[in-house]
């Protein structure tokens, strides 16, 4: 997949995602962005952990809201006010207004998940403009560093357990997480220094490869450009329904102009191949 | 021949150092291949970070006398723009990848030369095609064996078409094949005028007619020793009297989602040395981590006796993250609840002098030995090692033996995956070789 091609998909769900509050918007949007995601990723990507991270960050969102947001009819439970920041009222308009942030929130953490699980590190180097290759290049490498992490704690867990180290409570872990952050430090250090020893930075870079267009990339670019106009044509004309659940819990109202240009961030699924 | 290098009374000191790691060194560099040797940390790898101006430029601390590299000086010249001519391999390869892919790692070096992009395609095919790789262009790197993985690197460098390669320990993890195709492609360099240096502690594998030499000795040059056509003799072991069946494989299948080894039926006994090799790549990692209870098997059954493992990571730095030296081997007995002390086993190992040292100060090979040490202190019944000689010198191997030998001799079982053949041979009770998915008796004799 082209990576500006997918840059104006990710771009495209960042706005619709946040340009409102309106749930059903923010459903599709997430939908979208999760089943292209799982349609378009490298065959050799995992999807659980990214998947779990953002259901803990939406989860936490929920609840922080449910915790300190105080406003709404409907009480579920009422904390002693001398709690700090805690105390008052639980409501289940708190709830599910966490809900709808939590959306736009996952939202937002799944498409910059697909821009570095579907396209490679050198591919997004490859179709920045000349000016920003050696930043772009810069960043590619640090990308790779997340990976190494997770390698080098498995690997030091491994070994650690067979010297006799078992998990006991929290700070029995730091057997493994000192070592592999060290590691991890250890090998970006002389990362940097294999780059200096490869000529980074010596002059101007050029590129083995050049990103190609292809008819779906187009459709994706297209359909996501799109959108974006198409949204923001409607966020001028007062055409996207703004939705709050105070003081009273309403179900959100259909409007079709902000659902269709969601329905178009599924285009690089239909575009596949 | 002109001269590529010239250095005069060079000295240097790492930051915070309290001594200089290398010391008023003298000697001219010109075309051909020029061997670095000298013991675990007597300063090769600060020569070659020396001679690319990754020291003092990127390193720090003090530098003193001159020193000259294809006419600039090094003092007042970057390491970036020394790389436009001057090439290295590192030690850990693994830790010098930028991207992810076989490919696009080889064409980094070329792309920040701003060469056109047909001409990185055909210096990335040309590195491939010599260092025997070109089938794994495609790959990702995080799926290569270690050897695969020092193959990549040195087609990194040799991509870059240097007048100046400087190779550290590049042959540690090679397969004898990988070795030979260093060997030619060194050879191809320096018919052509160019330089290459190469700090090796098994020179005999990149030895040549006409290389040159240069022995280091506690940051001082030394007279160089006499040629090895292969590796020092190793003392015999004593006993090899075998015992009871520790572990036994039976048509087991290895892998992590596609076998890489099948119908593999191989057992250890007590006091047994048994010796995996083979090609890189070819599964000796995943056979001896399937062994140790790391990873599971595919398919067959797997037969592991009560008692303690000892392991041995291909990558064993990792592990060490004490304060010292001794504080890591006291973790261990800590850990396993151990009734004995440090002391013997760094005396073993000839570390009790580096005992209040922090691990990751040390040089590779110092790290090796204390990464043996942390993990083989006490008696463990069994013991699986993986590349146990990555970065020894010939002392440090001697050290392992006489450390195996005593092991044994106590009853352990020990397992051995390694790419040294030679030293397979000299310390193996059985060696067999894992190729093509198959595991059988190696024919191969010792050097």
Known sequence: ?273 | MAELARFEEFGYRYPEAADAALRAISFELAGGVTLIGGPSGSGKTTLLRSLNGLVPHFHGGQAWGRASVLGADLRTTSTRLLARAVSMVFQEPESQFVLATVRREVAFGPENLGLPPLEIAQRVDCGLETMGIPELAERRIATLSGGQRQRVALAAALAMRPRLLLLDEPTSQLDDSGADSLRLACQGLAAQGLAVVIAEHRPWRVDMPGCHQLELEQGSLASPQVRRSGPPALPARRGRATGAVAWELNDLAVGHAEPVGTGIDLAGREGEVVCLTGPNGSGKTTLLRTTAGLLRPLSGALFRRPGRCAYLPQEPGGILHQATLLDEVRQTIRWLQLDCQPGPILEEFELSSLADSDPRDLSTGQRQRAALAAVLVGRPEMVFLDEPTRGADPNSRALLLKVLDRLTAQGSAVLVATSDTQFAHQIGDRVMELAGGHLRESSEQAA
């Open chain 1, 1 to 273: 997949m082209n990576p500006r091609a997918l840059a104006v998909w990710v771009a495209a769900v960042l706005l619709l995602s946040l340009g409102s509050e309106d749930p059903v918007c923010r459903v599709l949007t997430l939908g979208a962005a999760v089943v292209v995601l799982a349609v378009r990723r490298r065959h050799e990507v995992r999807l659980r952990p990214a998947l779990l991270a953002v259901g803990a960050a939406a989860a936490l969102t929920i609840l922080f809201n449910f915790l300190l947001s105080h406003t709404g009819q409907n009480i579920v439970v009422a904390l002693p006010g001398w709690l700090p920041a805690l105390g008052g009222p639980l409501t289940v308009e708190g709830a599910v207004y966490g809900f709808d942030i939590a959306l736009g929130l996952a939202a937002c953490l799944v498409a910059g998940i697909t821009l570095s699980l579907v396209v490679e590190p050198h591919q997004l180097v490859d179709s920045l403009p000349a000016a920003l290759s050696h930043t772009g290049a810069a960043v590619g490498a640090s990308l790779t560093l997340v990976p190494r992490l997770g390698h080098s704690f498995v690997a030091v867990r491994e070994a650690q357990q067979m010297r006799g180290w078992r998990p006991r409570g929290l700070r029995s872990w730091t057997a493994v997480l000192v070592p592999s952050v060290l590691t991890t430090i250890e090998g970006s250090v002389l990362m940097a220094e294999a780059m200096e020893a490869r000529a980074f930075g010596s002059g101007s870079r050029s590129a083995l490869a050049t990103s190609t267009w292809h008819p779906s990339d187009l459709l994706t670019a297209s359909a996501a450009g799109g959108a974006i106009v198409a949204f923001v044509l409607a966020l001028v004309l007062g055409q996207i329904p703004s939705w709050q659940p105070y003081p009273t819990l309403l179900l959100p109202a259909l409007n079709w102009w902000p659902a269709a240009c969601c329905l178009a961030l599924f285009a690089p699924v239909l575009a596949r191949g």
